[in-house]
């Protein structure tokens, strides 16, 4: 899993207005098949989700040398998993408007999933 450069500058300017962040994707109808980004711990994940991994936005070049590491989890529903775990993801960003949930909404553009199978 990784981040395209659009979808990682977005988030550090996302993560300098709301702080850490989260990605859920819960595979529901419509806006719910997006990865949607919220403050960290706004979405209550369970036993029904997947952490499929923690993006990197790397140090705050402006923060402590010994600051915590700025990382977005990535969680999924495990039923949504199932269909993708062949895959390999990549977070991106295109303009339009997606979820009025998700933090980047305001912004005019919506996080999206690009996918590929993955090679052995």
Request: proline letters at 8%.
């Given at each position: 899993m990784e981040l395209s450069p659009a979808a990682?500058?977005?988030l550090v300017m996302l993560w300098g207005k709301y702080g850490p962040l989260m990605f859920h994707q819960s595979g529901?109808?419509?806006d719910g098949?997006?990865?949607?980004?919220?403050?960290?711990?706004?979405f209550i994940t369970s036993?029904?989700?997947v952490l499929l991994g923690e993006l990197d936005l790397g140090a705050d070049p402006s923060g402590p040398?010994?600051?915590?590491?700025?990382?977005v989890p990535f969680?999924?529903?495990?039923?949504?998993?199932?269909?993708?775990r062949?895959?390999?993801?990549?977070?991106?960003?295109?303009?339009g408007?997606?979820?009025?949930f998700s933090v980047e909404a305001p912004e005019g553009v919506r996080f999206l999933i690009r996918s590929r199978l993955m090679e052995e």
């Amino acid at each position: 899993m990784e981040l395209s450069p659009a979808a990682s500058d977005l988030l550090v300017m996302l993560w300098g207005k709301y702080g850490p962040l989260m990605f859920h994707q819960s595979g529901g109808c419509c806006d719910g098949s997006s990865p949607m980004c919220y403050p960290a711990g706004d979405f209550i994940t369970s036993d029904a989700d997947v952490l499929l991994g923690e993006l990197d936005l790397g140090a705050d070049p402006s923060g402590p040398p010994d600051a915590a590491p700025r990382v977005v989890p990535f969680w999924m529903s495990a039923e949504q998993f199932a269909y993708w775990r062949h895959t390999y993801l990549t977070v991106d960003v295109v303009k339009g408007r997606g979820s009025g949930f998700s933090v980047e909404a305001p912004e005019g553009v919506r996080f999206l999933i690009r996918s590929r199978l993955m090679e052995e």
